[in-house]
């Protein structure tokens, strides 16, 4: 972009955001939105094939939202707002989700319990376990149908299936194909991976095979398993955790505090990249240009940015800080040589494709995914009647407390009444399952990119860099009501 469209776009998006734009159509060439590529990245290099990220809330993502965004494509964030073991068993969780190979099964001894075996099939949500002997050794296998109705006492040895009815195949010689024509010649839903000694080294279960070929889109680390991040604070445990986080092999570290753009924001960096060199580091919030180049000195490797438009956030109202998000998203794209992620203020899809063109790798979205089956709580009733599950900001009381609380301090209650909060709770109404909103987000985004005459997302964002002026429209106050009175 030349430097006269450059000003004249920082111009024309100062103190503005999504619904003061809209975004000019070009001659289409797309003959089906299935054509057009959404591939982009969260962060220097962690990929997404849909370029969305499930806030690190604590009503929006644990592990069932992760696994979810993941599988269509795109990244969820972990909270950090529960104890390190809780945050590691959520990341080890959606790790477990997908897999051709499971290289660590879990597995029991023959001389133990039925009542074992169940307790551990329940607590692990899974429904079999490798049988195997002291010195690791396959010896059979014990599925939830082998023991539906026997007594708690027997032993597993009495139970299980073990060769030569067991079925298992070389860890070296096992292919995609050839299990899965070992599957279903033999009609199994798990297929025991051993080496020449007949010693355990993996399983694949049909499951895993079939949800390979259901979300052709899943987001996946080298090992076929899904991508998942997991947020940090910028003191207390946060290296400890973080150590943690990467033993159970989470992909990207997003140190995440309401003003990273601070002497605490930029110690924490500094501690972090001293401690872990090569981990994936995204770092928020940040909406201040010039702070981006004091922290790109420190090899982070993307931002997170927003202040204040979040629709949980009373941060605006409370202390009336704050840079409206298209304005932000723009700047800080200035002065970033790694991916950011625009974070907070998405209420309607058309907003999503505006934050991507604008230059955001990726959105983050909280309460627009609130309500959802795949967001932590329960469903309950209000005083009307109406279905509903409670959102909250992670600076207000609520949050607070059972941050508090998670960090086992003498009286949460007391601490948290006491704290002036920057967020609010709610309750909002029950949707569903977050899987067809996303499909809607990426059906209408393709729609934007190809109304605009690209074949991708990043066509797209170049196009709209290079002559900002054809494509960016400021709306009048009458043209906003034309749009987006509904
Ligand atoms: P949306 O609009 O998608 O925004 O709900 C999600 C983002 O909001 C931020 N957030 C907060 N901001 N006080 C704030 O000022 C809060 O209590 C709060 N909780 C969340 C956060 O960046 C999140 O990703």
Redesign the pocket.
Known sequence: MRSIERDWLRRALWGCTFDDFLIAPGWGIAKSRKEISLASKFSHNIRLKIPIVS???DT?TGARMAIAIAKEGGLGIIHRYLSIADQVSKVEEVKREENFIIEKPYSIFAHQTINEARKLMAKNKVGGLMVVNDSGKLVGILTNRDIRYCAETELVSSRMTSPPELLTAKLAEISLEKAKALMDQHCLEKLPLVDADFNLKGLITSKDIENMEKYPLANKDTNGQLIVGAAIGATGDYIERTAELIKANVDVIVL?I?NAQSDVGLAAVVNFRKNFPSMELVV??IVIPEAIAVFMRQDVNGF?V???????????KNTNIGVPQAQAVYTCLMASSVPICA?????RNGSIAEALILGAGSV???????GTDESPGLVFRDSTGRKVKSF?????RE?MYEKLRAEEADDPYEISSRIS????EKNVEYRGSVVPMIADIIGNLASTISYMGAMSLQEAKEMFMERPTSFLIKLSEAAKRESWER
Do not use: H, Q, V, W
């Open positions: 806030a690190n809330m929006i995440d309401a928020g919030n997170k927003g202040l204040g438009p979040g629709s949980a956030c009373t941060t605006r974070d907070g203020g998405i209420k983050m979205i909280g309460g627009m995914f609130a909250r900001g992670m600076a207000s949050a909060p920057e967020g609010i």
